[in-house]
């Protein structure tokens, strides 16, 4: 069994504690990587529990964090996000075929700590005597993971460094928001994803610039690019800027996300795209 035939078959699993259960429980340092096997897109990605109802975002009820339905809410979509965050890593680690090993394994890595993320939450959302899934959720996060199957470039692109980058720069007002309402437990877990999701982004960002460099592609303009080219969100201020930096975003980087002026660029990474099954290879490591 090779790392990326473990992480489709995990990503499968449609029951979310057993996904969490049986991702902690591997050792991925004892499995081979399996960067060259040919694997099959099965019919339906993620496996997908009956609960939480998916709705669109603007179903979601809109709840003060001083009731206990406004407290239960916010925990909840913490909750999904962080299950989502699961599948978003698993995918990563088994999609794409052709990179290095240390690829595989950075991703598998990220997968179990978001499963402890996702088991940190749910423990304390049942302090409120709400399960996962109680509550309806969004879909939001993997949209962009469906549109960016054809490319890892794209993939390192718009999920890890924009959507799950915007985590760096919720998380401050969230913890805020769990503190306010005497919530400690809370917010402590707040402060260690804050801390994980830093380190989640920067593996993002490492394998973003390398493809980039590999490709020969000037990396602001290639990420606006991709941006419009697979309509990816606007991510609006404030941001988190400290976050960002310790997660590897550069000067030119952080300036394009505040005044949204990418330089001008030669190469339109939509067109030098390689097929997702063979990335243009950076040297094995």
Same mark, same amino acid.
């Given at each position: 069994m090779s790392l990326r035939r473990l992480a489709l078959d995990l990503l499968q699993i449609r029951d979310p504690d057993a996904k969490v259960l049986q991702t902690l429980a591997v050792r991925p340092e004892r499995l081979p990587c399996g960067a060259d096997a040919a694997l099959e897109t099965p019919a339906? $990605?993620?496996?997908? &529990? !009956?609960? &939480? #109802? @998916? #709705?669109?975002?603007r179903d979601l009820p809109a709840r003060a964090v001083g009731t206990h339905a406004g407290h239960s809410a916010l925990l909840h979509? @913490?909750?999904?996000? !962080?299950?989502?965050?699961v599948n978003l890593a698993l995918d990563a680690c088994w999609r794409f075929g052709g990179m290095p090993d240390a690829y595989y394994r950075d991703w598998f890595r990220i997968a179990r700590e978001e499963a402890q993320h996702f088991g940190l939450l749910r423990d304390h959302l049942a302090t409120l005597g709400v399960r996962y899934g109680d509550l309806a =959720?969004?879909?939001? @996060?993997? !949209?962009?993971? =469906?549109? %960016?199957?054809?490319? #890892? $470039?794209a993939r390192m692109a718009l999920v890890p460094r924009t959507l799950e980058a915007r985590g760096l720069d919720a998380s401050p007002a #969230?913890?805020?928001? @769990?503190?306010?309402?005497?919530? =400690?437990?809370?917010?402590?877990?707040v402060d260690l994803l804050l801390r994980d999701e830093i380190g989640h982004v920067a593996v993002g960002n490492r394998w973003f610039h390398r493809l980039c460099a590999e490709r020969g592609l000037e990396p602001v303009a290639t990420y606006a690019a991709l941006s419009l080219h697979y309509r990816a969100p606007v991510l609006p201020g404030p941001y988190n800027l400290p976050a960002r930096q310790a997660a590897g975003f550069t000067d030119a980087e952080l300036s394009y996300l505040q005044q949204k002026k990418p330089p001008a660029s030669m190469a339109d990474p939509t067109e030098t795209r %390689?097929? =997702?099954?063979? &990335?243009?290879?950076? &040297?094995r490591r």
């Open positions: 339906h $990605l993620p496996g997908r &529990p !009956e609960r &939480p #109802v @998916l #709705v669109a975002p979509a @913490l909750a999904h996000i !962080e299950h989502n965050a =959720a969004h879909d939001g @996060l993997w !949209e962009m993971v =469906a549109r %960016t199957c054809d490319d #890892v $470039l #969230v913890r805020q928001r @769990l503190a306010s309402i005497g919530d =400690a437990a809370g917010a402590r877990i %390689t097929d =997702a099954r063979s &990335p243009s290879r950076p &040297p």
